[in-house]
């Protein structure tokens, strides 16, 4: 007969007003620990549910990102991106350095013809014809 172990799992319930995590860890033969928190589904709670799991031994493999369309009238819309999105602005983020700067603007100018990025946000020319 094979032995059962447990060394860490996790269930996620991803509802319209909350998610749901229920954490396991330990051994079966020991009887698991079990964790279970309530987060809301805005970004700010979704960050305090990833940064919940990594002590746990959890990395983010998979998340959903969200962009926000700026519209005619002052309006805006937010919208979940495209995969592929996410992990182009993910490799991005990582191959200029800017993991470190969540506050500051993502697409920079640069100086010059360096490269090198300067802490100012690129204008985004609007097309007028």
């Known amino acids: 007969m094979i032995e059962a172990m ?3 799992c996790a269930g996620i319930d991803v509802g319209k007003k909350f998610v749901l995590v229920c954490v396991m860890t330990g ?3 020991d009887g698991p620990r079990t964790q279970i928190k309530q987060f809301g589904t805005i970004v700010s709670e979704l960050d305090r549910l990833a940064a919940w799991l990594v002590p746990e031994g959890y990395s983010v493999q998979a998340r959903r990102g969200w962009g926000r369309l700026d519209e005619k009238g002052g309006k805006e819309h937010a919208m979940p991106t495209h995969h592929n999105l996410d992990r182009d602005l993910d490799e991005y983020i990582q191959a200029v350095g800017l993991a470190e700067d969540r506050k500051g603007p993502l697409f920079r100018t640069a100086r010059g013809r360096t490269g090198e ?4 946000p690129c204008s985004s020319p609007i097309s007028s014809g």
Not at 117 to 120: G, N
Request: charged letters at 30%.
């Open 6 to 8: 447990i060394e860490r």
């Open 27 to 29: 051994g079966a033969r």
């Open 117 to 120: 990025l300067t802490a100012m």
